[in-house]
């Protein structure tokens, strides 16, 4: 198994890491955006009841009461700002969550801070709570990026401390002490998520690898590396249901001569590394990337050229047959030739015409082929 470093330097794990990042934190935002407002209105309600009681203090900030106000009103707008953000590119979005979440952060310290500011001393019991409740929900919502974790929760951490300055906490030392206590679960809670998120990502692209990797095995053959028929198959007829009338599509079947002399005589395994062989000069012979070059069954072949008329496919199965003479696989057994040898049958698609009934066309030129001394190529008429 791959090493979790080596993995890490993929580019296609670091683009499905920063793709699961980005849903993570919009997820995020949205569960922290239903919490926040609930927050928001609860803070408001708790505003109007301190305007009608006599709990505040004296000299209180006369802006405290729209710092909630307008959080509330930021807060409805929000979904439109991430509607907006999500249709920027991955490095402005995480610039601009970044700052967005400072920013953010800011306005719950603003308020926050107001509420402190404004209550009678030995009063402010909410505001610390409400801030607690932030760095929570912070957490929870964006631990994949630390920039906008922290630039969320330290201005909220920042108006919690004006606490101990604000309503002279007794044991200001002591609160020190769990101001840094919050601070370390906070940086510790962040790397254990990270950890796990980093990990069910590591997963999930491994399961693609796997995919990816039984696909290419259902559609290869395993002996020579090609293509199989199932794989044929599938293409062939996508690639007529994308042509036109205009369109030019040719195909050749191929089949090893004496290939059952050539078996019995060297041995299986010898038989093998000679299809193997066929493959390499079939793949070589060819020279468009849509050609496709396949095993269709036992000794024979297929070759599917897309775009070629007949003076294309003959090119091609020229190329074939001297590919293969120059690597003189020796063949005792053949009766054409003292090397291995191919026939090849050739047919062009017509229009209306299925791809069984193209293949059979090019069935009908091999068979030609080896009535005619084999070695050679046949065009379908």
């Not at 955006?33 to 309600?45: C, D, E, P, Y």
């Not at 249709?87 to 306005?107: E, F, Q």
């Not at 199932?230 to 195909?251: I, V």
């Amino acid at each position: 198994m791959t090493s979790l470093s080596n993995r890490r330097q993929s580019p296609k794990l670091q683009r499905l890491l920063a793709q699961a990042t980005r849903q993570a934190l919009l997820k995020g935002a949205h569960w922290a955006w239903g919490i926040q407002l609930m927050l928001a209105a609860f803070m408001w309600f708790h505003v109007k009841a301190m305007h009608n009681a006599p709990l505040v203090g004296e000299g209180a900030l006369p802006w405290q009461f729209i710092h909630v106000e307008l959080l509330v009103l930021v807060l409805i707008l929000q979904p439109l700002l991430w509607y907006w953000l999500d249709r920027w590119p991955l490095t402005r979005w995480r610039k601009a969550v970044s700052i967005l979440a400072l920013l953010w952060g800011c306005l719950w310290a603003s308020a926050i801070y107001a509420l402190l500011k404004t209550e009678l001393p030995g009063r402010g019991t909410m505001e610390p709570a409400v801030a607690t409740t932030l760095l929570l929900v912070g957490l929870i919502s964006f631990y994949p990026m630390s920039q906008v974790l922290y630039g969320f929760c330290l201005p909220i951490l920042t108006s919690l401390t004006s606490h101990v300055v604000i309503n002279a906490v007794a044991f200001p030392w002591l609160f020190g002490a769990g101001m840094l206590i919050l601070l370390i679960l906070l940086e510790s809670g962040r790397r254990m998520l990270l950890s796990w998120f980093v990990l069910a990502v590591n997963r999930e692209y491994e399961q693609l690898l796997m995919v990816k990797q039984l696909d290419a095995l259902a559609h290869q053959d395993p002996l020579t590396g090609l293509a199989n028929r199932r794989h044929f198959d599938q293409e062939g007829e996508q690639t007529l249901t994308n042509g036109d009338a205009d369109s030019q599509l040719s195909l050749i079947l191929l089949d090893v001569d004496f290939f059952k002399r050539y078996n019995d005589g060297y041995g299986h395994q010898a038989g093998d590394a000679s299809l193997i062989l066929v493959a390499e000069c079939l793949t070589q012979s060819v020279r468009e990337p849509r050609d496709l070059v396949a095993r269709y069954g036992g000794e024979e072949f297929v070759v599917l050229l897309p775009e070629t008329g007949l003076a294309g496919a003959e090119q091609v199965a020229k190329r074939i047959r001297s590919t293969l003479a120059e690597r003189a696989l020796r063949h005792e057994g053949s009766e054409v030739a003292d090397h291995l040898t191919l026939s090849q049958g050739i047919a062009q698609w017509r229009q209306g015409e299925t791809l069984s009934m193209l293949l059979e066309r090019a069935d009908d030129a091999l068979y030609r082929v080896k009535e005619q001394g084999r070695d050679g190529y046949s065009v379908a008429p």
